[in-house]
């Protein structure tokens, strides 16, 4: 079975800095997008970083040149760094993830069960 997990939340002051993790594991084929979400308290959950298999890059613009989205392939791993931290960051961060499986010839997307990020002094 597939398991997508997200870990590296916390409690962090203003200005800090965060690296989120986030790894596929389970019976997978292959990966295509692999893209991180953000809900915020009373929010919506909204798309902030994506990427893709070939190398697609793209951020929502509120949080570009703080957030920086990479992978690791080989690792079916995916990774978000939040620059200078700020309270209106605070949001359940979620990792969503494009999978084929051996076992499926569809391709799905899988979620993680979040992990909070709370910026508070």
């Known amino acids: 079975q597939v398991k997508v997990l997200e870990s590296g939340g916390g409690l962090v002051q203003p200005g800090g800095t965060l690296r989120l993790t986030c790894a596929a594991s389970?019976?997978?084929?292959?990966?295509?997008?692999m893209d991180w979400f953000l809900q915020a308290p009373g929010k919506q959950r909204e798309a902030v970083a994506t990427?893709?298999?070939?190398?697609?890059?793209n951020y929502a613009d509120p949080v570009k040149g703080r957030f920086t989205i990479t992978r690791d392939n080989a690792k079916n791993t995916v990774y978000l760094q939040i620059n200078s931290l700020k309270p209106t960051d605070t949001a359940v961060y979620y990792c969503?993830?494009?999978?084929?499986?051996?076992?499926?010839?569809?391709?799905?997307?899988?979620w993680g069960q979040g992990t909070q990020v709370t910026v508070s002094s």
């Open positions: 990427t893709t298999k070939g190398g697609s890059i």
């Open positions: 969503n993830v494009y999978i084929r499986t051996y076992s499926d010839p569809y391709w799905q997307n899988y």
């Open positions: 389970g019976d997978i084929l292959g990966i295509d997008a």
